[in-house]
């Protein structure tokens, strides 16, 4: 997965177990495991479990705000999650307990819901489970697969991989668009949204989105975009009235997906320089120069950060192999502190490489896309991981992962499939 910077494997040795993800929904199934929010009979929000299938979490948090008849500003959650799958998340509505109950959208299911004081905020969990079927594997895919445990658990965790769904499963642009928004090229990353044809997206939004990239015509593409590409008419709406207000057809889109966009793109970069440590295999030895952070429960706390030297090396790599803290890689924004050494020097090379500067993550506008970057663990743990034989070729992984880390990168060190389309 060159293309969005997964370039290398920890577990190279073992082989893969190929195979395909995400056959079925049902071969997915995600459940947060929230912080604890106390429930307070006359608070103000309904926390609900919001079950669903095949819906992705913006597009979901749209159809729920019109059912309520609510602003989606008014619908909180904790995490956003990929449509190919069967998901519960913690949602949390600014609206009565009765009409939260009563909405009725196919393939959601309110599970319970109860009142809280306060909303969540994006970031407001200790993780997510998971039970995943990898089918179609090769005959040897049980043996494959203790052989990646092991790898894993000698090294302290999984490569720790922004995954497809951070660059779009279907249309992988995210970082692109991302790109051209951090050059403050807008005109750039509103057509690369808006077009980029993919097949996996279905024969009619393929043929308008090839149409559009022919014509650049904002009048006729609004007539041909399927209604489910509700983000993109609200750009081709905004630019039918208000022609070359790039920057303004941007801000008609979610903060939270205009935002992922430069995210994306600094997840891109951070992919590129652990896929150059794992390459020089510096990726689970302390060394001087390296940025570590704490870890709480095996959760990194990123205010604990602190700069590997001679003296305090000794202290950190005993810190290391207890599990309470990590190795680290830049994610670059405009105040990233970045590591000395040789890992300094990949970290920067990635950073020349790109043409960036800090600067370039300052936004005028929209002011939502101002990041300020930070680090992140080279390494992630994974909890409760078990494999079991499955017929017809397959094979059945259940684990827990911390927040922010991928089912999809730690599936990727299994399966060694490379190519978009095994990942659903």
């Known amino acids: 997965m060159s293309g969005i910077g997964l370039d290398a494997y920890l577990s190279e040795e073992c082989g893969g177990t190929g195979g395909r993800l995400k056959a079925f929904p049902e071969d997915f199934i995600v459940e947060e495991v929230p912080l604890d929010i106390l429930e307070d009979e006359n608070g103000r929000y309904t926390l609900a479990f919001v079950r669903s299938r095949n819906w992705e979490t913006n597009r979901l948090v749209r159809q729920l705000s019109r059912s309520l008849g609510i602003s989606r500003k008014r619908i909180y959650f904790a995490g956003t999650k990929d449509k190919r799958a069967i998901t519960t998340q913690v949602m949390v509505f600014d609206a009565p307990m009765e009409d939260v109950l009563s909405i009725r959208i196919k393939d959601v299911v309110i ?9 969540v905020f994006l970031g407001d969990l200790i993780g997510n489970r998971f039970d995943v079927v990898l089918r179609e594997v090769g005959e040897d895919a049980m043996d494959i697969a203790e052989c990646v445990r092991s790898a894993i658990e000698d090294a302290g965790g999984f490569p720790n ?5 951070r660059f779009g499963s279907v249309r992988p642009i995210t970082h692109t668009v991302g790109r051209h928004l951090v050059r403050k090229d807008f005109r750039a990353a509103v057509i690369e ?6 097949v996996i997206e279905g024969e009619e939004a393929y043929e308008a989105r090839k149409r559009f990239m022919e014509t650049l015509d904002f009048e006729e593409a609004l007539r041909n975009y399927p209604k489910q590409l509700t983000f993109e008419r609200a750009i081709l709406n905004h630019l039918v009235v208000n022609r070359d207000d790039w920057v303004g057809a941007i801000e008609v889109l979610p903060q939270n997906l205009s935002r992922m966009f430069v995210h994306a793109y600094q997840s891109y970069l951070f992919n590129l320089i652990l ?3 794992i390459r020089r295999g510096l990726i689970t030895e302390v060394l001087e120069g390296d940025i570590v952070v704490g870890l709480d429960n095996g959760m990194p706390v990123y205010r604990e950060m602190i700069k590997v030297k001679e003296r305090n090396r000794p202290r950190i790599e005993k810190r290391v192999k207890e599990g309470k803290a990590a190795i680290t890689g830049a994610v670059f924004g405009s105040d990233t502190m970045l590591a000395d050494g040789i890992q300094g020097e990949i970290e920067r090379k990635v950073i020349e490489a790109e043409g960036l500067k800090a600067g370039d993550f300052i936004f005028e506008r929209p002011e939502n896309l101002n ?6 663990a080279l390494l992630s743990k994974v909890m409760d991981l078990r494999i079991e034989e499955m017929p017809q070729n397959s094979i059945r992984l259940s684990f827990m992962l911390p ?9 990727r060190e299994f399966m060694k499939v490379d190519e978009l389309t095994a990942y659903g």
Do not use: I, W
């Not at 599970?111 to 909303?119: E, G, I, L, Q």
């Not at 990041?371 to 992140?376: E, V």
């Not at 991928?406 to 599936?411: D, E, F, K, V």
């Open 403 to 411: 927040k922010g880390c991928y089912a999809t990168s730690l599936l």
């Open 371 to 376: 990041s300020a970057g930070t680090r992140r």
């Open 161 to 165: 991989y922004f995954g497809v769904q």
């Open 193 to 198: 949204y808006l077009g980029y044809p993919s």
């Open 111 to 119: 599970d319970r819901a109860h009142r809280v004081s306060s909303p």
């Open 275 to 277: 896929s150059e440590r």
